[in-house]
């Protein structure tokens, strides 16, 4: 089994927010370095043989452990196997982590839109400007955050770690939303999927406007097809439009659900998560961004 392009990270925390989706931190046995926004392909051997998945980053480079927000995919080679690790068990990690959903720096107002556990690069570019700032750096860029799930639990707990950023500081503005509040009745913010809430939001952001901010949108591929329309008609150039879809294909039926890391965009169709071979090449995003090699989350 060839592993000289991979080290060890070992698990030393977990938190879960639900059945299928929860927190992992692990220790790297070697330094790692990344830019913000960019994804890990951690791995475990199956039958012999390293199963590897992508999975977005998101602590800051700055940060000792490494963390991720995982989604369970239950007919999955992997992630079902992660949710047997217990707190010092070991993982495979490639050394090079890659990817380039990170910052557009020629703009400094950021619109980004994410479901679930599409949070999880905005949270690695966020820590690292916090932790940039109070190093003495100047000036900051602007976030808005508008961040969406089925229901409050499944926000965990970057919830109230993003809600009492934006209480603190004035270059973040973090909006939540929930499209099922009757399964969710003491949810007190805004309700509906994150393509309804971009329109409110995109008429009141004077600061946020296609001339003067960066789009991204991360997570479910149905969300993201939808704001790009928004994001269009809004008058956004898709030079300023950046996407990263996370999609699974269930091996046993024929059903496609979000899942913990990405794949490509919809036009054209997709290749099933689990038909992908290590190394294959999902089709290109709006952006002309390079989309992540490898598979979805499994």
Known sequence: MPTDKFCRVRLVERIDFTDDLALFRFQPEEP???????????????????????????????EPLLEFFIELVPHGKLTPRIWEL?????????????????????RTRHLMLATVT???????????????????????HRFLVIHGASRSKELGVYLDELRKLSE??????????????????????????????VRKYLDAAEDFTPETAVAYACGHPQMIENVRG??????????????????????AEKTTRKAAQPAATPKPAAVPADRLPPGARPIPTVGKLPPRPGTASE
């Open 32 to 62: 790692v370095s990344f830019t913000p926004g960019q994804y890990a392909t951690l791995a475990l051997e199956v039958e012999g043989k390293l199963v590897p998945r992508a999975y977005s980053i998101v602590s800051a480079p700055h």
């Open 86 to 106: 217990r707190e010092g068990d070991a993982m495979w990690m490639r050394r090079k982590i890659v990817g380039h959903f990170t910052l557009e720096t020629k």
């Open 118 to 140: 599409g949070i999880a690069p905005y949270l690695s570019m966020i820590r690292a400007q916090r932790h940039a700032i109070e190093r003495g750096a100047s000036p900051p």
């Open 168 to 197: 603190e500081v004035d270059w973040l503005t973090y909006i939540p939303t929930v499209s099922r509040p009757w399964e969710d009745p003491e949810w007190k913010g805004e309700t509906g999927r994150v393509d309804d809430i």
């Open 230 to 251: 928004i994001l269009r008609r809004a008058g956004f150039a898709d030079a300023f439009i950046r996407e990263e879809q996370y999609f699974v294909q269930k091996s």
